[in-house]
């Protein structure tokens, strides 16, 4: 199973290019969950979620969307979460599990996040405190390493794929799985706006094209081969360009079956 959606929807910027106009903000959700059945929440990385606010989408979504959410900063970027911070984040998160709506969490971690034993070890505590499904996204090329990828599977976290410019340093676009489910992010391919921009969105205005997507047609289906759920998101969102590639994308997948 291959489920499509993009990282984050509550976007001002997509009214007339996804949203209505005149669609009030408090239906973006529900709006959303008409067009796709999963969705990636990243709100969660600045503040950190309630239990109300996880079923208050679900009802919004009428459990038609399977959420995967971003981990709080103070476990990625900061580390500095201690128990309670843990534990707020998986009671917040409880409802997705009990309705069975979890994707997974997803652990965003910095390019500062080098790959050595105390940041392997920092990792390992942290799967032990949130419990699979999780997925780390890891930033630095030597991540990407084949014997970085057996100890992921090792310990049953989930290897992020991406495709973001191929910039020096940053991860090559490996399609790997290495638990359950396999889980692929778009950036964008704006190489020149990586690291100079003004606003945050100018990294991710970018639009992909089919030949683009059309690489990664034969992956996806491989790691949908191997443990057979994966979840990909679109996180080009600048004027739901975001929206454009999941739909382009998942138009490729369906002919590719068909042919």
């Known amino acids: 199973m291959i489920s499509i959606g993009t990282s984050g929807f509550d976007y001002d910027d997509w009214r007339g290019f996804f949203y209505p106009d005149d669609l009030p903000k408090s239906e973006f959700l529900s709006y959303y969950a008409n067009q796709f059945e999963t969705l990636e929440l990243n709100f969660s990385y600045y503040r950190m979620p309630s239990s109300r606010q996880i079923d208050s989408m679900i009802e919004r979504t009428d459990g038609k969307v399977e959420f995967s959410i971003k981990a709080h900063r103070s476990m990625t970027h900061d580390r500095t979460a201690g128990e309670l911070d843990y534990k707020e984040f998986t009671d917040a998160i409880s409802p997705l599990r009990e309705a069975d709506m979890l994707g997974a969490v997803l652990a965003q971690f910095p390019y500062s ?21 999780l997925v780390v996204e890891l930033r630095r090329q030597e991540w990407a390493a084949d014997p970085i990828r057996s100890w992921l599977t090792k310990i049953g976290v989930g290897y992020c794929c991406v495709d973001e410019p191929k910039v020096r340093g940053l991860m090559p676009p490996i399609a790997d799985a290495t638990a359950s489910p396999a889980y692929v992010r778009f950036h964008g391919r704006n190489a020149a706006k990586w690291y100079e921009h003004n606003q945050p969105h100018e990294r991710y205005d970018y639009r992909y094209a089919a030949g683009e997507l059309k690489e990664w047609v034969p992956k996806i289906l491989n790691l949908e081969s191997k443990v057979n759920k994966v979840l990909v998101f679109f996180n080009n969102h600048f004027q739901a360009k975001a929206v454009d590639g999941a739909k382009a994308l998942a138009e490729l997948l369906a002919n590719s079956r068909n042919g």
């Open 113 to 133: 996040f080098e790959q050595n034993q105390e940041n392997r070890s920092y990792l390992k505590r942290m799967a032990d405190r949130i419990g699979p499904p």
